[in-house]
């Protein structure tokens, strides 16, 4: 990488790839260079097939300032060499970045200064990782602690808390641009000591999200999250918000949690409905780790005997009678039975969750040797690369995100390969290729290769449309038809071809918001009860991140 | 006036005493040589020339002066050329001259 090479490399190369001896090569490349810059000066303009086109332009003289004196200067008429690639070139350069594409920017986003928008998608990017990163985490605490008993887990909860005191010190020191938050804990800290395993988990969290913010600022993503980018935070405040100050012993502090566990996962989920982002689902899931391990506290106490039952509906009425005070609304009355019921519904659900996560896991473990894997959620935001049709100029400047590839096989992501075949082996005359989904790909890279413009993923999509859920995430090893161009008439040269695949990739797309969002049915499942969820086990939530491999640029995966 | 790429292959037929159709299959092998060479951030160094190098051009934001609405560009690698000294020195000439 980053070589330079002299004419006698180029010329080396290109002897071999050719077939001519090494001589008549170099004297090729000498002649050519001696005829363009020859031909330049006489000519203006040379153009080069392949390359781009050499020309000389005058540059007006102008008035500039010195650098060095500050005085105002003027620079004279002169002339430069102007080149400017052809298509071609220019393509094959910008390979490693040809998945980005254009986002519209959404109108009521504050670009004060276009620096800090970015520092804002960082965050947004970040958070999104640290939450999944964090679910992991809990999910492995979540494991040990089923292995042993829960006085086992107790004492881990007193251990995290020996550590706790430094770790507030300093998260509150970080965490001054979110002051809210700050105050929130301060007041917390002051509590009695049966609130701070709670603390102690939101500390946690803070300090990854400290540490991993440090670790993957670099890493950014293409699109832009309209979404509020502090959602883990939000989740912390909710979480701390919900403890009355007032604890008497530790039942009562389960039980308090088992409440509050209620009060959060219903609005999440409605909100998750309400938006169409995976994200809010991945709040959720976040959520469900605390969620778990309050359940096993749960269980205990709801064994042990009738009279933490009591207490906890004491302390249920108590709580409403909070609440109502507050929003001047809830039912009083028949608070006992309908917590009872909320509590035994909360309790199915967690459970469910539970095994799910634990298969989850398990799937994790199978796939690879590390626990601790990084995922990286793509979140192709409908709403932001679409646009309204007819406006097919900036259609093709915008066609949609194309397919993020799930669950890759990490060991092995460049070596994979795509199988082609020609279409006498797959039988039909309309097949031009079969294509098996490796990491990274996209349909519309996919259409790019076939039919030279990337619109015309659409009619993959359609002639796939049985394989395909969801266009958005194809999972890595489906083969797919990529049908003749001649079936759907595509020609990348004619612009009334183009604009039909545009116009139908505005409807494949409204259409697929409306009913195949896979968060929304994992949602739908969860709230039936439904304890084989296959969305659990094919975890759509899991993207590998295409810019991994993709880019020679890797290095510093750092674009901006 | 201008050369296009059919006077350039027909110049350096005649030069070289080949056949347009060798010097045309050169002429690509070259470019996507170089095209190779540039998507590995190599730079290429044609001495007395110049030379041709990938560069990244960052993300931006742009505005569609037909409906004001504003898209963000993302970053991309371009293939820049670099004229060497002596063209450079041609160049400054050029303008003396005149």
Redesign the interface.
């Known amino acids: 990488?980053?070589?330079?090479?002299?004419?006698k490399e180029?010329a080396a190369?290109?002897a071999k790839?050719?077939g001519?001896d090494y001589e008549?090569?170099e004297?090729?490349?000498n002649?050519?260079?001696?005829?363009?810059?020859e031909?330049?000066?006489t000519?203006?303009?040379?153009?080069?097939?392949?390359?781009?086109t050499?020309k000389?332009i005058q540059v007006e003289k102008r008035e500039s300032i010195d650098v060095n004196t500050k005085e105002r200067i003027v620079i004279?008429?002169?002339?430069?060499?102007s080149?400017s690639?052809e298509k071609?070139?220019?393509e094959?350069?910008?390979?490693?970045?040809s998945f980005?594409?254009?986002?519209?920017?959404n109108?009521d986003s504050d670009?004060a200064s276009?620096a800090s928008e970015t520092e804002e998608r960082d965050k947004a990017d970040d958070q999104d990782e640290d939450v999944e990163i964090e679910e992991i985490i809990y999910e492995q605490e979540k494991k040990e602690e089923q292995n042993e008993k829960e006085e086992q887990a107790e004492i881990v909860v007193n251990e995290q808390l020996s550590i706790s005191k430094e770790k507030v010190n300093i998260i509150v020191e970080k965490e001054e641009s979110k002051p809210e938050i700050t105050d929130e804990e301060e007041k917390e800290i002051g509590d009695p000591i049966f609130e701070r395993p709670l603390i102690d988990e939101i500390l946690e969290e803070l300090n990854q999200i400290e540490k991993i913010n440090k670790k993957e600022k670099e890493k950014i993503e293409?699109e832009?999250l309209p979404a509020p980018p502090l959602v883990v935070n939000e989740i912390v405040t909710e979480t701390i918000k919900e403890i009355p100050p007032p604890v008497v012993n530790e039942q009562e502090q389960v039980e308090e949690v088992v409440e509050e566990t209620q009060e959060q996962e219903l609005p999440i989920y409605s909100a998750e409905q309400a938006h169409d982002e995976p994200k809010v689902k991945i709040e959720a899931e976040s959520v469900t780790p605390k969620e778990h391990r309050v359940s096993y506290e749960i269980k205990e106490t709801n064994q042990k005997n009738e009279d933490v039952m009591d207490e906890y509906n004491e302390n249920r009425r108590r709580e409403s009678y909070h609440r109502s005070g507050e929003r001047d609304s809830e039912k009083n009355s028949d608070n006992n039975k309908n917590t009872l019921v909320i509590l035994l519904l909360a309790v199915v659900i967690i459970l469910i969750i539970a095994l799910s996560t634990v298969l989850y896991m398990s799937k994790d473990i199978l796939f690879k040797s590390g626990t601790e894997k990084v995922i990286t959620t793509q979140t192709p935001s409908q709403n932001t690369f679409t646009l309204p049709s007819g406006?097919s100029e900036?259609d093709n400047?915008?066609d949609e995100w194309g397919i993020e590839d799930e669950f890759g096989d990490e060991g092995t992501p460049a070596t994979e390969e795509t199988v082609k075949s020609a279409s006498s082996a797959t039988g039909g005359s309309d097949i031009i290729a079969n294509v098996r989904i490796k990491r990274g790909d996209r349909l519309n890279l996919i259409a790019l290769e076939y039919y030279g413009n990337k619109l015309f993923w659409v009619y993959i999509y359609e002639h796939n449309k049985s394989k395909i859920t969801n266009p958005n995430s194809i999972p890595v090893g489906l083969d797919l038809v990529i049908p003749a161009k001649s079936v759907y008439n595509i020609d990348a040269n004619n612009p009334a071809s183009i604009r039909k695949a545009s116009v139908l990739q505005t409807q494949i797309l409204s259409q697929y918001r409306q009913y195949s969002n896979p968060y929304n049915q994992y949602n739908q499942y969860n709230q039936y009860n439904q304890p084989n969820d296959p969305y659990q086990y094919n975890d759509p939530y899991q993207y590998s991140d295409p810019y991994n491999n993709q880019n020679?640029?890797g290095q510093s995966p750092n674009?901006? | 006036?201008?050369?296009?790429?059919k006077e350039?292959v027909k110049?350096?037929a005649t030069?070289?005493k080949?056949t347009s159709v060798e010097?045309?299959?050169?002429?690509?092998?070259?470019?996507?040589?170089?095209?190779?060479?540039?998507?590995?951030?190599?730079?290429?160094?044609?001495?007395?020339?110049?030379?041709f190098e990938?560069r990244?051009k960052?993300?931006r934001?742009s505005v569609?002066p037909a409906?004001g609405?504003?898209?963000?560009?993302?970053?991309?690698?371009?293939?820049?050329?670099k004229?060497s000294a002596t063209?450079k020195t041609?160049?400054?000439d050029?303008?003396n001259n005149e």
């Not at chain 1, 002649?31 to 810059?37: A, F, G, R, Y």
């Not at chain 1, 094959?92 to 970045?97: A, E, G, R, S």
């Not at chain 2, 963000?72 to 690698?77: A, F, G, R, T, Y």
Request: negative net charge; proline residues 5%; without cysteine.
């Open positions: 990488m980053s070589n330079r090479l002299t004419i180029i190369e290109l790839s050719i001519k008549s090569v004297r090729f490349v002649e050519l260079i001696n005829v363009v810059s031909s330049v000066f000519d203006k303009l040379v153009q080069i097939k392949g390359i781009g050499f000389i004279p008429e002169h002339y430069k060499l080149f690639p071609e070139l220019r094959t350069v910008n390979k490693p970045f980005f594409e254009s986002i519209e920017i109108d670009f276009f293409e832009i406006d900036v400047l915008e020679q640029y674009y901006y | 006036m201008n050369m296009k790429n350039l110049e350096l030069r070289l080949w010097v045309s299959e050169m002429l690509s092998g070259l470019s996507s040589l170089i095209g190779s060479h540039l998507v590995e951030s190599d730079t290429v160094s044609l001495e007395d020339f110049g030379q990938a990244k960052g993300e934001i569609n409906n609405k504003r898209y963000l560009v993302p970053p991309k690698l371009v293939p820049v050329f004229p063209v041609k160049l400054k050029l303008g």
